[in-house]
């Protein structure tokens, strides 16, 4: 075993394609405000999105081991907090990409 987790998913394709859609989904309609850190994203989502949340964040602590995701309540939103070390912080950057304007 190394010192370090492997920046990797174990979600299947076909599994990894369904979270990634459904974070695309949950961004359009519940997201309010994104922002980068060094070491990670602070992305903030309406209170009614918080179940929902919840539960993808709870896909991606098991298929996402390298990055650390937590969630909290904060002044009538609801935060996503997702740090990583190195590679990681660019993976995090291209996993919660803004939309691009079209």
Do not use: K, N, Y
């Not at 990797?8 to 359009?28: D, K, V």
């Amino acid at each position: 075993m190394t010192e370090t987790t492997p920046v990797a998913c174990t979600l299947t394709p076909a599994g990894l394609a369904a979270q990634g859609e459904r974070w695309h989904r949950l961004m359009a309609r519940a997201m309010t405000e994104r922002a980068e850190a060094p070491d990670g994203l602070r992305i903030c989502f309406r209170p009614e999105a918080e179940e929902e949340l919840c539960a993808m964040v709870a896909v991606e602590t098991e298929c996402c081991p390298w990055a650390t995701w937590t969630v909290e309540r904060d002044a009538g939103t609801i935060v996503l907090d997702v740090h990583s070390t190195a590679v990681g912080v660019a993976t995090l950057a291209g996993m919660f990409a803004p939309a691009s304007a079209g």
